[in-house]
C-alpha cells in the first residue's frame, strides 16, 4: 500500500508501486465488509446462539439475509454452525477463534462509531 503518483518535469502523472491485485484493506473488507457481517459476528461473540435469536438481535436483516451471511462466514473459518439433537432440531452458531481475530478492530469500529457527531452517526443513506 505504497502506491504514490509521481508527476514528471512535463506535468504528466503516472502511478507507482500502484497496487496489481487487492491490497490487505480490500481483502479484508471483502471478507468482513458484507452487510451484517460485522454484526453476526459481535452478536456471536459471547457464546452459541441460535439462528431465530441471532435473527431477533439483528433488526433490519431478512432471514434470508441473514442465512446468506452465516453461510459466507461459516466457508471462511469465521463462525462454526452447529446442528442439535433436540425437539425440535435447533441450529446454533459461534464465533471460531480464527474469527476471535476480527473482533478487535470491529470493537475499535463500534467505539469510533458511537463517538461520531450526531449528524454523521444518523445518516442512514446507502452509499
Given at each position: 500500500?505504497?502506491?504514490?503518483?509521481?508527476?514528471?518535469?512535463?506535468?504528466?502523472?503516472?502511478?507507482?508501486?500502484?497496487?496489481?491485485?487487492?491490497?490487505?484493506?480490500?481483502?479484508?473488507?471483502?471478507?468482513?465488509?458484507?452487510?451484517?457481517?460485522?454484526?453476526?459476528?459481535?452478536?456471536?461473540?459471547?457464546?452459541?446462539?441460535?439462528?431465530?435469536?441471532?435473527?431477533?438481535?439483528?433488526?433490519?436483516?431478512?432471514?434470508?439475509?441473514?442465512?446468506?451471511?452465516?453461510?459466507?462466514?461459516?466457508?471462511?473459518?469465521?463462525?462454526?454452525?452447529?446442528?442439535?439433537?433436540?425437539?425440535?432440531?435447533?441450529?446454533?452458531?459461534?464465533?471460531?477463534?480464527?474469527?476471535?481475530?476480527?473482533?478487535?478492530?470491529?470493537?475499535?469500529?463500534?467505539?469510533?462509531?458511537?463517538?461520531?457527531?450526531k449528524r454523521l452517526s444518523s445518516d442512514t443513506?446507502?452509499?
Open positions: 500500500m505504497d502506491a504514490r503518483i509521481d508527476v514528471d518535469d512535463m506535468g504528466r502523472r503516472t502511478a507507482t508501486d500502484a497496487c496489481t491485485e487487492p491490497c490487505a484493506i480490500e481483502r479484508g473488507m471483502r471478507i468482513i465488509g458484507g452487510k451484517w457481517t460485522g454484526s453476526i459476528l459481535w452478536h456471536v461473540k459471547d457464546g452459541p446462539v441460535r439462528f431465530n435469536d441471532l435473527a431477533r438481535m439483528i433488526g433490519g436483516a431478512s432471514k434470508k439475509m441473514i442465512t446468506e451471511r452465516l453461510r459466507q462466514l461459516e466457508d471462511q473459518g469465521l463462525v462454526r454452525r452447529e446442528v442439535r439433537d433436540t425437539a425440535p432440531i435447533t441450529v446454533v452458531y459461534e464465533i471460531t477463534d480464527f474469527g476471535r481475530t476480527a473482533l478487535g478492530f470491529l470493537d475499535e469500529l463500534r467505539q469510533w462509531s458511537e463517538s461520531l457527531p443513506r446507502q452509499s
